[in-house]
């Protein structure tokens, strides 16, 4: 589906505030002696001009038709409301990045195309050859025109304790610059820790680039974000929201997670800058396992180059390339896949599903929030048709009930083509991993949702490595043997009003 209404709690309140405004407007007028009839007339007006270029613009620019079907039915049915509502959740304002920053003013009701932009050229990956399995290997290059690196070193994080020493630890040895970028940056705990790490380094004389999520800041009240400043970082907010100037991107975020240290060291995954993925902590209340990653070799400057895209989409200052060559590391083969709401719409998504069509042993999938679209779902059914073994394991209760009751009303079309899924109780597993056929792991910040395949600027790394498959999978299994598995019985077995209330969020599986 395209860019639309998100439920997560910041969207809500925004369109709260919205139908409130309007309802205090209206008992102001009835409060006025003049007559309000002229008023409620003059929104008529304005409502009759706004819906139709509104709705032309759905009909012109959105590329899923049921997206356009249910944005068109807002605007039409709540007069004002409907068009604002779209105008701030529903366009893509994201335009190719030379566009972008040629010095012209970008309309915003630019009436384009919703979809990625492919590069001509030769989308044959000279590495995919030397590459085991080799079937999985060229799917990437066709589908994001990148190309594997070789000789890379991958070192896999199980949750805070093993991840936040190491990453404090490269921090107090960098010498010439470190670029971080996190979803959320808490001061507090581990998070204060990082501070003081990064201060240090600032004060030793290294370049510190921070980029923290304009709404992942919220979540604590920006409280890193001053102490980073006065340390001499250079921190920057990606989108944060705004009156003046109006900022119109609220929807979309920057859910990515990448540490660039020297050229040398890069690190990604999905762990935040936060005390909740220290899963020993006694005081922890919202204990939240993951995994990262510690990288070394030519894939450091594809993530060097992720970051600085981002740097240069907020700040318009473009980061120098590494020059040197990154050493050999190790014997892993990495692509970086960057996935957003512009040029590379729909690359991690279109990567996976065909990924999953050519699986020939197994898929394992271990994921926190799981609303996979029609296609993946397809690719699922495919793949367990032809007697690939495919396990997905989801937690039990997620920090976002609404998206495991949507969840639940749609795992019938998995279970009954046999496909094994397990929900794993607590603690809370947001870790995002899939493991296919012993050799191919992909890694990185996004979950098999509408959210992050269609509107979050998402990264993932895929990993030829047969041992680092293998731990992997391993650990994968470790969580399904302390999960129960979901049967096709007991979801049928669901009491009506669960059915009903499961069935009802489905519905918004599309903007979840």
């Keep these: 589906m395209g860019e639309a209404i998100s439920c997560t709690s910041d969207d809500i309140r925004v369109i709260r505030a919205i139908f409130r405004y309007y309802g205090s ?64 959740f529903g366009i893509n304002r994201v ?5 972008l920053f040629a010095g012209r003013h970008l309309p915003v009701m630019h009436f384009g195309y919703e979809r990625a932009t492919r590069e001509p050229g030769d989308d044959h990956d000279p590495m995919a050859s030397h590459v085991d399995p080799p079937y999985l290997a060229e799917i990437g290059a066709r589908a994001t025109g990148r190309r594997l690196s070789a000789n890379n070193q991958i070192t896999p994080f199980i949750n805070g304790e093993q991840f936040f020493p190491r990453l404090i630890q490269v921090i107090d040895e960098a010498k010439e610059y470190i670029l971080l970028s996190s979803y959320l940056f808490s001061p507090s705990g581990v ?14 004389g290294v370049t510190v680039r921070v980029l923290i999520d304009g709404i992942g800041a919220w979540y604590s ?8 400043r006065r340390a001499g970082v250079k921190v920057r907010l990606f989108r944060p929201p705004g009156l003046l100037p109006p ?19 890069g690190f990604f995954g999905g762990i935040n800058i936060d005390q909740r993925h220290m899963v020993n902590d006694p005081n922890n209340r919202h204990i939240t396992e993951d995994v990262h990653f510690e990288a070394r070799g030519p894939v450091v400057h594809d993530l060097h180059r992720s970051f600085a895209d981002d740097w240069l989409l907020i700040t318009r200052t473009p980061l120098d390339s590494p020059l040197d060559p990154a050493e050999p590391a190790g014997t892993s083969y990495c ?30 999938i271990l994921m926190p929030y799981f609303l996979p679209n029609q296609e993946m779902t397809a690719a699922l059914q495919s793949a367990s048709l032809r007697g690939v073994k495919v396990q ?27 496909v094994e899924v397990y929900y794993k109780p607590a603690p809370f597993a ?14 990185g910040s996004a979950n098999l949702d509408a959210r992050s395949l269609r509107l979050n600027y998402e990264l993932g790394v895929e990993v030829f490595d047969a041992p680092l498959a293998e731990y992997l999978h391993q650990h994968i299994q470790a969580a399904i043997d302390v999960s129960t598995r979901v049967t096709l019985e007991r979801l049928d077995q669901r009491p009506f009003w669960q059915r009903v209330r499961d069935a009802f969020f489905w519905l918004f599986s599309s903007y979840l």
């Design 95 to 99: 335009r190719t990045k030379a566009r």
């Design 191 to 204: 998070g204060g820790e990082v501070i003081n790490a990064l201060s240090r380094a600032a004060a030793r």
């Design 392 to 418: 997905v394991v989801l937690p039990e209760r997620s920090n976002l009930r609404f998206v495991d009751w949507a969840t639940r009303n749609m795992l019938w079309e998995l279970l009954l083509w046999d």
């Design 25 to 88: 407007y209206n008992n102001r007028l009835r409060a006025r002696t003049v007559n309000p009839l002229m008023y409620y007339w003059l929104i008529v007006l304005f409502h009759l001009v706004v819906m139709p270029i509104a709705a032309l613009h759905v009909l012109v620019s959105k590329r899923d038709h049921r997206a356009a079907l249910g944005w068109i039915g807002v605007i039409v049915i709540f007069p004002v409301a409907g068009p604002v509502i779209y105008f701030v």
């Design 335 to 364: 692509r970086v896949i960057d996935d957003g709401p512009g040029d590379n719409l729909s690359h991690l998504s279109m990567t996976l599903s065909t990924v999953f069509t050519a699986a020939r042993e197994h898929i394992t």
């Design 430 to 443: 947001h870790t995002k991993l899939v493991v296919v056929d012993d050799h191919y792991v992909l890694g």
């Design 221 to 228: 009240l920006q409280g890193a974000i001053q102490p980073l």
């Design 247 to 265: 900022s119109l991107d609220i929807n979309l975020r920057n859910h990515r997670k990448i540490v660039v240290v020297d050229h040398q060291i």
